[in-house]
């Protein structure tokens, strides 16, 4: 288990001193997750990255999903190259995220597509597919700086994720919005506002849960 022993980096969207009470907590505990995680040697962060995409591969949400969003691994994040490979295999689509429009979208990313860096400098797939309708998505693999098992997540701070969760809220949506993490990322509560939304579930080395 990766306990309690890692943390980060990316865009910082607001200065410590101006942030209201919430606020701070939150960038406080981004701040030290970043560095924890970062801290993880290659050995650690590869072997649990590995269990996570099997327990990822051998879930329902991913046996019965076509269309999945997935990320690249960034400032320490869990690394899903196994779960790519794998899913290509299978001939699963997959979509890389993209925020060049300022909201969230997810691009397709087939076998053999050139990147280009993006904003924030963030890959996205070369070329002019058009964004995918996300309702067309089975699965969307989120990434997050910390969470607990309310499925409150923490996230780098752009709030796009939140506002992509928030927009699903058709009763008849088949997308599962799935967190993926290291135990070490998990707090026994995370602080949220209003504006903040629940995952799912989540995915760690360790398990993976659902929350209700």
Not at 46 to 75: F, G
Not at 109 to 122: A, H, S
Not at 160 to 170: E, Q, T, V
């Amino acid at each position: 288990m990766l306990g309690s022993q890692f943390a980060p980096q990316v865009f910082l969207f607001l200065t410590i001193s101006s942030m209201p009470e919430t606020s701070q907590k939150k960038q406080e505990l981004r701040t030290r997750l970043r560095e924890w995680r970062r801290s993880l040697s290659g050995e650690q962060t590869s072997a649990a990255s590995e269990v996570i995409c099997q327990r990822i591969l051998s879930s329902e949400c991913y046996q019965q999903a076509s269309d999945i969003a997935v990320y690249l691994a960034n400032d320490g994040e869990v690394d899903l190259s196994l779960l790519f490979l794998r899913a290509q295999q299978q001939s699963r689509r997959l979509y890389l995220p993209s925020v060049e429009s300022g909201d969230l979208e997810f691009l397709a990313w087939p076998p053999g597509t050139e990147l280009r860096e993006g904003r924030y400098g963030i890959p996205v797939p070369d070329g002019t597919n058009a964004p995918v309708d996300t309702y067309a998505l089975d699965l969307i693999l989120t990434p997050l700086v910390a969470f607990d098992l309310q499925g409150n997540r923490l996230g780098m701070g752009g709030g796009f994720y939140d506002r992509c969760i928030a927009a699903d809220k058709s009763p008849h949506s088949r997308r599962v919005f799935l967190g993926v993490a290291f135990c070490g990322q998990q707090q026994e509560a995370v602080a949220s506002d209003a504006w903040d939304q629940r995952l799912q579930g989540v995915v760690t080395e360790e398990y993976l849960q659902w929350f209700d």
